[in-house]
């Protein structure tokens, strides 16, 4: 079963990458302004993690369609 939602994710992920990427950025900028930008280096990091923790969901493993876009 959790294979099954693993799949769905991933596919969901890959169909809508550029509103995944744009959620990524937002949340990343929200971070940054709570933060006063001190952990921006890290929060760029973490978007970073993500992007390519959604890329293997998808099963291709390479993830790399997502990191131009940090």
Known sequence: MFDE???KAGDLAKEHSDQVNEG???AGEFAD?????KFGDQIDQGKDMARD???NLGG???GDSADNQS
């Open 5 to 7: 939602m693993k799949d």
């Open 24 to 26: 990524l950025d937002k």
């Open 33 to 37: 302004e709570k933060t006063g930008g």
């Open 53 to 55: 923790q959604l890329g």
């Open 60 to 62: 291709d493993g390479d």
